[in-house]
């Protein structure tokens, strides 16, 4: 046993201990958030799904919401840090939250702790398909953010960067000081130089999810109908230049270049085919990285308050499009598009006059700070209603086993 009270402790947006009571109560809010079963699947055996990157963000949210609203079985693989000096990462906790409820409601999901970029990985899930699932997959989601990757052919590690293209940028940035109050900085970002945007896009980009369909393909695992989607984003004019059209924006391209190139090919060998899903702004740990976006966001929720779509919304509605629940609503470039309460011409403009007028003196009145803060905590178990974070909590949880 090792129970001990966890006071959140950071480094700017960084947490170095992760609450488990947080965790669960926050994976339990959005297993209750998801509507009932999609009534296309209800009363059928639920689809064989694997979900890659399922412990956090909008991977998460698609593990959550297929289990709760499409019923699926399968797969959900992660790569988090097992309690040890400091308790365990997050993503551990909320893996173990949600096999947990996925117990209580019958669902059979296995969950795999590993590099999801190694073949090694990618055998185990394989092999779990053939003995557990009946050797037959129908939905692939592929949602991974990582800083690097290794070739499983050649070994060669490549390190994805946030940068610029063409010219360094200056934007304007949200950062909170020791005792938490509010500055507005500006950051200047140099540009991409090198391979800076062939590394980025090696690690980011649509290789590995292809990896991943092929290795499946040939080992004969991919059901009629197979159907796979990447989670993707576009973000907004004011975030492009160090986002849609900086190195991460280029591995973008690529996965939704892609798509179309698995599509052709599923639609050819099982009647089955491949999206990116674009959705819209949320508060993870990838992007509270990325220079501008925590000021971004939380302008934006100053704009809308709860009009705001939260990453479980957004996953079920892909969900209902993907099974047939409601039509796949695709955009000219094949793109499912969650985002568009997000660019709506309007909401845009309104936190495009928010921007520019955004200062120390004036950030609390044009965003929504207090929301963006307990968002932050809300990724490391903290801030969550109904935990009792005076009392000591058990940290040494292990991994949920077959």
Not at 283 to 302: F, K, M
């Amino acid at each position: 046993m090792s129970e001990r009270v966890i006071a959140p402790k950071s480094r700017g947006f960084l947490f170095l201990d992760s609450h488990p009571g947080g965790c669960r109560q926050l994976v339990d809010e959005m297993w209750q958030a998801v509507p009932g079963t999609a009534p296309a699947l209800a009363g059928s055996e639920g689809p064989v799904a694997v979900v890659i990157g399922s412990s956090a963000g909008y991977g998460l949210a698609a593990t959550i919401a297929g289990l709760a609203r499409v019923g699926i079985r399968g797969i959900g693989v992660c790569f988090e840090k097992a309690p040890a000096r400091r308790t365990g990462t997050a993503g551990w906790y909320r893996t173990d939250a949600t096999a947990r409820l996925a117990r209580q409601h019958g669902r059979d999901i296995v969950f795999l702790n590993g590099d999801a970029f190694s073949d090694t990985v990618k055998e185990q899930v394989a092999d779990l398909l053939v003995e557990r699932f009946g050797g037959r997959l129908d939905y692939l989601i592929y949602s991974v953010a990582a800083p690097r990757r290794t070739d499983p052919d050649t070994g060669t590690v490549y390190a994805s960067v946030l940068k610029p293209v063409g010219s360094a940028h200056t934007t304007k940035t949200l950062v909170f000081d020791d005792q938490g109050a509010p500055e507005v900085k500006e950051v200047t970002t140099a540009p991409a130089e090198g391979d800076d945007i062939e590394q980025t896009v090696a690690v980011m980009g649509g290789t590995d999810w292809e990896r991943w369909i092929t290795f499946l393909a040939d080992r004969s695992l991919l059901a009629d109908g197979f159907t796979t989607a990447a989670l993707s984003y576009i973000g907004s004019p004011i975030t492009a230049a160090v986002y849609r059209q900086g190195t991460i924006g280029a591995a973008k391209a690529h996965l939704e270049a892609t798509a179309r190139t698995l599509d052709e090919r599923l639609g050819k060998t099982v009647g089955g085919r491949a999206v990116t899903s674009v959705n819209a702004a949320a508060v993870t740990q990838s992007s509270t990285a990325i220079p501008g976006i925590a000021l971004y966001v939380g302008l934006l929720r100053g704009v809308l308050g709860d009009a705001m779509v939260a990453p479980i919304g957004q996953l079920v509605e892909l969900w209902d499009q993907l099974t047939g629940a409601r039509p796949l609503d695709l955009d000219d470039e094949g793109r499912v598009r969650l985002d568009t309460w997000e660019l709506d011409p309007a909401v845009q403009d309104a936190v495009a006059e928010r921007w520019s007028t955004a200062t120390n003196d004036t950030i609390t009145e044009l965003a929504d700070l207090d929301w963006f803060s307990d968002e932050v905590r809300r990724l490391y178990g903290f801030s969550v209603p109904g935990v009792d974070y005076t009392a000591a909590v058990e940290t040494d949880v292990p991994w949920p086993t077959l």
